[in-house]
């Protein structure tokens, strides 16, 4: 057994946490009350999702998604079309702060879009997965309670009958809502601790129940992705952030990196992909049933990508999921790029990231086990 008092990796592992989260660095750490109780917070984060969100323009007209369309939104284009569907949604559906908007699509534009306007009007999102059955939608529906609901066809086509809540579909009911030049986003103030997203559990031995995180628990969560990153480089002798490439004039500048993003946006994966490339520049690439676009594979900006690379372009494809969810019997693409069969559901570090703000919003009902 080897004895931790003395290992060297262990020690120089130690010694970095300290000297990067120490007074002064980028991940300083200090204690702050939240929720009555003192706990150690990052001192240089965002204090809301939309704080992050206006933080997209200093990236400039470079790439922010891509998508297997051909569609390409920059990141100064980002805050202008965010702000205009959150108009709309505010003026027409009437969606306000602690009001809930459920989605239930493939990834898509309009998926990434109501993401961030729902951020910016301090509303919750409900993230719907995916590949549920049209009684699982109806379970969810049930248990949350949605002012609105998104949807694309397939999905739609899923759901028997009136959702009974008012509905926008991805495929017809979007057209104009990013074009309101005039409008800007939101200004109210956002408490670090309001709720920002339910994610579901698989309801692996009964319904899924959502998991609510907060505006601070998922930034909190990506600061921790980006310091665990932060302290392998500095480990390793790097000095000089991916995030902050050289000038595009230098002798050393190089085309920015595209991260491979085959996540569906109703997991922790997709989520994370979609804040972490605001938060440091770093755009995905790919589609929610995992495969690979040929375009994307073949673009020369994304030859020697590395998937989770920072100062990059997102490619996330206007892909679509399977009709109904994936047979035991049958690895899915996905399950090829992770490595290992998994199922498209939350996982353990969805649960991790709410631990401090988990709220079951209905006692599980045990169900039969699938066959």
Not at 41 to 59: C, D, K, P
Not at 193 to 222: C, E, N, Q
Not at 328 to 339: D, I
Not at 343 to 349: D, I, L, Q
Request: aromatic share 6%; proline share 8%.
């Amino acid at each position: 057994m080897t004895d931790l008092a003395h290992d060297e990796r262990l020690a120089a592992l130690l010694d970095t946490t300290t000297r990067i989260t120490g007074p002064g660095m980028p991940f300083e750490i200090v204690e702050e009350e939240v929720l009555g109780e003192r706990l150690p917070v990052y001192v240089n984060r965002a204090h809301s999702m939309r704080e992050i969100l206006l933080g997209a323009a200093r990236f400039g007209g470079r790439d922010c998604y891509v998508f297997s369309d051909g569609f390409r939104l920059p990141f100064d284009q980002l805050v202008p079309q965010v702000a205009s569907l959150a108009t709309a949604l505010r003026d027409t559906h009437g969606i306000g702060a602690g009001d809930r908007v459920a989605v239930c699509a493939a990834n898509c534009r309009e998926w990434l879009m109501t993401f961030w306007a729902v951020a910016a009007l301090d509303a919750v999102l409900v993230a719907m997965n995916g590949w549920w059955t049209g009684a699982e939608m109806r379970n969810a529906l049930e248990l949350t309670q949605p002012k609105l609901l998104v949807m694309d066809e397939k999905r739609r086509a899923r759901l028997d009958g009136d959702p009974g809540f008012p509905l926008l579909e991805t495929e017809h009911d979007f057209t104009g809502l990013f074009d309101d030049t005039t409008a800007s986003l939101p200004d109210h103030p956002i408490a670090e601790d309001d709720p920002f997203i339910l994610i579901f559990t698989s309801g692996t031995t009964g319904r899924p129940k959502a998991a609510v995180l907060s505006h601070r628990s998922v930034i909190s969560y990506l600061m921790e992705q980006s310091f665990i990153a932060a302290r392998g480089m500095a480990m390793a002798g790097v000095h000089r952030s991916a995030a902050a490439p050289p000038p595009s004039d230098s002798p050393d500048s190089r085309p920015p990196t595209v991260r491979l993003a085959p996540y569906p946006l109703f997991h922790v994966s997709g989520m994370s992909m979609a804040v972490s490339t605001v938060m440091a520049g770093t755009p995905p690439c790919g589609r929610s049933d995992g495969s690979i676009p040929r375009r994307c594979c073949s673009s020369p900006a994304t030859r020697g990508s590395r998937s989770g690379a920072a100062a990059s372009r997102t490619w996330c494809g206007s892909s679509s999921t399977p009709t109904s969810r994936p047979s035991t019997r049958r690895r899915s693409r996905a399950s090829v790029w992770a490595g290992r069969r998994r199922r498209p559901t939350s996982s353990a570090r969805s649960r991790s990231a709410s631990r401090s703000s988990r709220a079951r919003c209905r006692p599980a009902t045990d169900r039969p086990r699938r066959g």
